[in-house]
């Protein structure tokens, strides 16, 4: 079964540090993964996707997520954290016949002066 | 482009009364998506449609709930009677089919903040 793990319900950082969000997955099948922002009173909006073609996969606002398959794995990066990166994250997997997604318990960001 | 259009924005209701919640997905998606989201719980599919017809209900809380899609462009969550326990966002969410071996993405509206009283 399709399953997604978040390590760490909240992360602070200090603006300008490395931004690392964890994300780890289960799935029977060849995973489709994507990473997605809630900013307050917002719905999710799509940072990236993975979809095969390439295991470094790169988003919008900077932030950049690796798929590794070994490690099953598919963290969320940003060299340098900016105060408007504060919000929720949420990983998730594609179920197995690729029609819904499941969402992890999502991970909230701070982001200190 | 216009994205996915949920209304009301926001709900205050009393205990007891039927709740109904719209939303109108992308033009050209042909599946459709209804997510609750709590603090205690997170990110909960409720339903999803395909091409109108409804696909996986298996996460409808309880037959006080209940969803249609009378067409493309249309899709309701209902909710009769609402108790206190059903306060939470209501997201609906569409996208288009999958082509080849791309995973299209999922686009949220803004969402539906409900409270019963």
């Known amino acids: 079964a399709q399953s997604v793990t978040q390590l760490g319900s909240h992360v602070s950082v200090s603006e300008g540090a490395l931004v690392l969000l964890r994300c780890n997955y289960s799935s029977s099948v060849p995973p489709y993964l994507f990473w997605y922002v809630q900013y307050p009173n917002q719905g999710l909006q799509l940072l990236l996707k993975?979809?095969?073609?390439?295991?470094l996969v790169k988003g919008i606002n900077g932030f950049e997520a690796e798929f590794k398959k070994s490690e099953t794995s598919f963290h969320l990066t940003k060299p340098s954290a900016h105060m408007s990166d504060a919000a929720e994250y949420f990983c998730a997997v594609s179920n197995q016949a690729g029609t819904a997604l499941i969402f992890g318990k999502g991970t909230t960001l701070s982001v200190s002066s | 482009d216009a994205g996915v259009i949920q209304s009301p924005r926001h709900e205050v209701t009393e205990m007891g009364q039927e709740v109904t919640l719209r939303c109108k997905p992308i033009?050209?998606?042909?599946?459709l998506f209804w997510y609750r989201q709590t603090m205690m719980r997170g990110l909960e599919l409720l339903i999803y449609?395909?091409?109108?017809?409804?696909?996986?209900d298996s996460g409808m809380p309880e037959d006080r709930f209940s969803a249609k899609m009378p067409n493309a462009s249309f899709s309701t969550l209902k909710i009769q009677p609402s108790e206190p326990r059903d306060s939470a966002v209501y997201f609906c969410?569409?996208?288009?089919?999958?082509?080849?071996?791309?995973?299209?993405?999922?686009?949220f509206g803004d969402g539906t903040r409900l409270s019963i009283l």
């Open positions: 033009s050209g998606h042909d599946y």
């Open positions: 449609f395909n091409n109108n017809v409804p696909i996986d």
């Open positions: 993975y979809t095969s073609a390439a295991t």
């Open positions: 969410a569409s996208k288009r089919s999958d082509s080849g071996y791309s995973n299209q993405p999922q686009h």
